[in-house]
């Protein structure tokens, strides 16, 4: 059973700060990672994805990737309130019909004034 | 702009009373996936198709079935709903069978009385 694993939170940063998620994932095979951002009653919406070891950055985010330690990380810098959601993390499988995402549970964040 | 449509946003079923729902895409993605995500629980995949080809998950209820009459369109068709079946339900695309992210439809909330 693969396995991806992220602390629940909630995470609460003051307006301004840096976020730290973090998450890590237990089939050392996996070869691309994603992050979702999830408001309240909505649906996922795509973030960043990383495939290599190293960072990504794309604005205020930034991806960190280490398939050595099965660890991978989101860095929201400048936080703001509205980047107050559940964070999910997603790994990927390569299946017969198409790519399969398994999925944290995903973490709480909080951004306070 | 291109995008995963799903409807309704909303829909209330009877408790063993056959529903339906729907998902639209004007990406032109070969892969189109069906979740199941329940309140503070990880988005659960239900089956996929690549094109034409079905690919159920091994846990996935008979009760839950799945159409894709063209490239465009795929539906969620569940038989005799039970109220463990309530929860949001989430279409997904993807371009291709590989590490491409998956981009997800506002979902559809079912509710059953």
């Known amino acids: 059973q693969k396995e991806v694993e992220q602390n629940s939170g909630p995470l609460s940063v003051p307006e301004g700060a840096i976020a730290s998620l973090n998450c890590t994932y237990s089939?050392?095979?996996?070869?691309?990672f994603f992050w979702y951002r999830q408001y309240s009653g909505k649906s996922p919406e795509l973030i960043m994805f990383?495939?290599?070891?190293g960072d990504k950055e794309d604005g205020r985010f930034t991806a960190q990737l280490n398939k050595a330690s099965q660890y991978v990380s989101l860095l929201i810098r400048d936080s703001q309130p509205s980047d107050s959601a559940t964070y999910l993390c997603?790994?990927?499988?390569?299946?017969?019909?198409?790519?399969?995402?398994?999925f944290g549970t995903g973490t709480q964040l909080k951004v306070e004034l | 702009d291109a995008m995963v449509i799903q409807n309704p946003r909303y829909q209330v079923t009877q408790f063993g009373k056959p529903v339906t729902l729907s998902c639209s895409q004007t990406?032109?993605?070969?892969?189109m996936y069906w979740y199941q995500q329940k309140s503070s629980q990880a988005p659960k995949l239900l089956f996929h198709?690549?094109?034409?080809?079905?690919?159920n998950e091994a846990d996935t209820p008979d009760n839950f079935q799945s159409r894709r009459p063209n490239t465009s369109f795929c539906f969620l068709d569940i038989r005799s709903p039970g109220l463990g079946d309530a929860a949001m339900y989430l279409c997904?695309?993807?371009?291709?069978?590989?590490?491409?992210?998956?981009?997800f439809g506002d979902g559809t909330r079912l509710s059953i009385l």
């Open positions: 089939d050392r095979g996996s070869q691309s």
């Open positions: 198709y690549y094109d034409k080809d079905f690919n």
């Open positions: 997904a695309t993807s371009r291709e069978r590989n590490y491409q992210p998956q981009h």
């Open positions: 997603a790994v990927n499988e390569v299946t017969g019909g198409g790519n399969k995402l398994t």
């Open positions: 990383i495939y290599s070891n």
């Open positions: 990406l032109n993605h070969n892969v």
